[in-house]
């Protein structure tokens, strides 16, 4: 097994000023040393991954890291900077620098070792040691542990404790079991704990540290389970009965959460559990003496709503956006089937076969219209679940399993009231908050196992029920109509304008939330047809399809603007631009956001504006140019998103020139060199 860091990946002098620059100076140590095959390549990987969350930490710490296809080996850099990089940690710069580098396929072994550095990083006599190091291999021996600072006896056990799981106990000198309650000989509070982050190689691990050494220091027991790329071992059911308390510090989806359900739950990011282990610890203690419990599902469950979970997690405006992209997610497939197969049905049997009779009663098997009736029928009874399923999951993201059956229920009843989408939004909405306002009420514990698959379906039900169709069902309904009447009335500027918007949404974040919304907002209109929802579809996906076609253009006209990787990716997008994945952009946004993005922008407001001012329309939600058969003025469409991808194409190619006139040496053609060279 390679070793994971060598003198030559250590900068004991890094001269970077910013994140971007660091990450590059130490990657280009890591091509020297072949361990990364294309360099562009993998720094996109790097700042996709810190897109996600910034990898600063509080105490001077910076982690870039990712998995790349381009990293032949499990591979650390290290930098040591005397100005500071702002890697977006609370406490201000951050002076240790590690870029760390996983393959897409990385082993268990090296994945175990990256864990334990990350665990190490909490050690104040670790970073020390790095801070005063002054040799370049004696730094990367004490990086893989071949020198390591002197340890007490309990934190030596902490760092080689199973990856699955790390347990503390009592402070040094006592044996687990005994502190917390000191002289008395009463048990110590007790904690469980799961960690986990989008990556699982250094978040998770520092959260579970930095609770295991928060609980030493307050006498608590803390057992935590892992859940990295390291491997994932389930607690012990015994400890988790045994447990006064529960911490969550994630950011992906705690596996199976049923587990914890019944006890005091304090639900955080994973920045929380590094940053603030002892509030934490705090929290936990005193929700247990309130006694407030988690209420989750059998065999997943989920958020402790009613304990306050998500107050900690993220602002409200973020948890918001998280609950309608549940929905929407899980509404995307929907809309794709059905509303796919309703446009194979117009193709064949025309506009018309939507009267058709059912073919329950009437098919005749060598009939090209009883098949067309058949596709359209199968496609409708998919669009039926659109709204339901919409209300349904964005209830599901806000308060789980439980709040599922009051989501689909609102759900159906908007489309009864004819709410349509708005109702469905709604619906959800409500189904979820009814849900949280009841977890929030404490219960006595003979009832705890009934209440998410009996009392709360049944009370929740029946109140977003009432809401739905004697509150906020015929107001919204009017709103929807009004809304309706509107798309149906644009012409002229009024058009256009809506399609500059709708361009510019769809190709900022290429598969992002904004993206996703203005996608949402055409495939509801699909749900009920009219001639202004079938051109906000129209455009929608014109301007989606804008963004890969535009830097594949690129990368074929000006080959030598871009990076061996790029032009490679500039082939593929070609493909997937045609499909409308307007996500075949971001690696091209992911290393040049301040042209790529304004560039493919202006190029989607363009088309979103002229498909708008053509009159096409789209009874299809997805299908790119395979689809163009079912567009209404399909020539002036196909020139519309030309028109969009050309003005894209001129403005990354105009902007990238000039950025390599201005720097000659510039990295767009150092990337382009067989082996990048150290600065």
Request: hydrophobic share 50%.
């Amino acid at each position: 097994m390679s070793e994971l860091i060598t003198a030559e990946l250590v900068d004991l002098d890094l001269s970077a000023t910013t994140k971007d620059a660091a990450a590059r100076s130490l990657a280009e140590r890591m091509a020297a040393a072949h361990r990364v095959t294309d360099l562009e390549g993998f720094l996109a990987d790097v700042a996709a991954r810190e897109a996600q969350m910034p990898t600063g930490l509080d105490g001077g710490i910076g982690i870039p890291h990712c998995r790349s296809e381009h990293v032949t080996a499990p591979t650390l850099a290290f930098g040591h900077s005397g100005r500071g990089i702002d890697f977006g940690a609370a406490d201000g710069p951050a002076d240790l620098i590690f870029l760390i580098a996983a393959p897409a396929g990385a082993d268990d072994d090296h994945l175990t070792i990256l864990s334990g550095l990350a665990r190490r990083l909490m050690d104040p006599e670790f970073t020390d040691a790095l801070r005063a190091g002054t040799d370049p291999g004696a730094v990367a021996a004490l990086i893989r542990g071949e020198e390591p600072p002197e340890p007490d006896a309990d934190t030596a056990a902490e760092v080689h404790a199973t990856e699955g799981e790390a347990r503390t106990g009592a402070p040094a000198g006592e044996e687990p079991g005994t502190g917390g309650a000191g002289a008395s000989g009463d048990a110590p509070f007790r904690i469980v704990a799961v960690t986990s982050c989008p990556t699982g190689i250094a978040h998770t691990y520092m959260a579970a540290e930095s609770l295991a050494a928060a609980g030493r220091a307050e006498g608590v027991e803390v057992t935590v389970e892992t859940q990295g790329s390291a491997g994932f071992q389930k607690l012990d059911p015994a400890v988790i009965a045994s447990a006064d308390a529960v911490i969550w510090a994630h950011d992906v989806e705690v596996r199976e959460k049923g587990r914890f359900r019944g006890k005091p739950l304090v639900d955080v990011g994973v920045k929380a559990g590094i940053n603030r282990p002892a509030e934490l610890i705090a929290e936990a203690r005193r929700k247990a003496e309130r006694g407030e419990v988690a209420t989750l599902a059998e065999s997943e469950g989920g958020t402790d709503s009613g304990a306050g979970s998500g107050a900690d997690h993220a602002h409200f405006g973020v948890r918001l956006r998280t609950y309608l992209m549940s929905g929407v997610s899980y509404m995307v497939p929907f809309v794709a089937a059905g509303g796919l197969l309703i446009a194979l049905s117009f193709a064949i049997g025309g506009y018309e076969i939507a009267n058709a009779k059912s073919v329950a009663d009437h098919f005749v098997w060598g009939e090209a219209d009883s098949w067309a009736a058949l596709l359209n029928q199968i496609g409708s009874a998919a669009f039926a679940f659109l709204v339901p399923v919409l209300a349904g999951y964005i209830a599901y993201g806000m308060a789980d399993r439980p709040a599922l059956v009051p989501g689909f229920v609102g759900g159906s009843i908007a489309l009864t009231v004819n709410a349509g989408f708005l109702g469905g939004l709604v619906a959800g909405l409500l189904a979820g908050a009814v849900v949280m306002a009841i977890q929030r009420v404490p219960v006595h514990a003979t009832l705890r196992g009934i209440m998410p698959v009996l009392v709360i379906p049944l009370i929740a039900s029946a109140a977003v029920g009432f809401l739905m169709f004697i509150v906020v069902g015929k107001p919204i309904a009017s709103l929807q109509s009004a809304l309706t009447d509107w798309l149906n009335g644009l012409s002229g500027s009024n058009a256009v304008i809506l399609g500059v918007v709708l361009g510019l949404m769809m190709c900022f974040d290429m598969g992002g939330p904004l993206n996703k919304v203005a996608y949402a907002f055409a495939v509801g209109g699909l749900a009920d047809p009219t001639e202004g929802s079938l051109k906000v579809m129209a455009a929608v996906m014109a301007a989606g399809m804008v963004p890969p076609l535009a830097l594949a253009l690129a990368t074929t006209v000006r080959k030598k603007l871009f990076t061996k990787t790029e032009r490679e990716n500039g082939r593929a997008a070609w493909v997937l631009g045609a499909s409308f994945i307007t996500e075949g952009a971001i690696p091209f946004a992911a290393a040049d956001p301040l042209r790529v993005i304004p560039s493919v922008m202006a190029g989607g407001a363009v088309t979103g504006a002229l498909s708008m001012a053509f009159g096409a329309t789209l009874r299809a939600p997805h299908g790119g140019i395979f689809v163009v058969p079912l567009i209404g003025q399909p020539f002036l469409y196909l020139l519309a998103i030309a028109a969009g991808t050309l003005v894209a194409a001129a403005l990354v190619v105009v902007l990238k020139g000039a950025r390599r006139t201005a720097d000659p040496a510039g990295e767009a053609e150092a990337a382009d060199a067989p082996v990048p060279v150290a600065a």
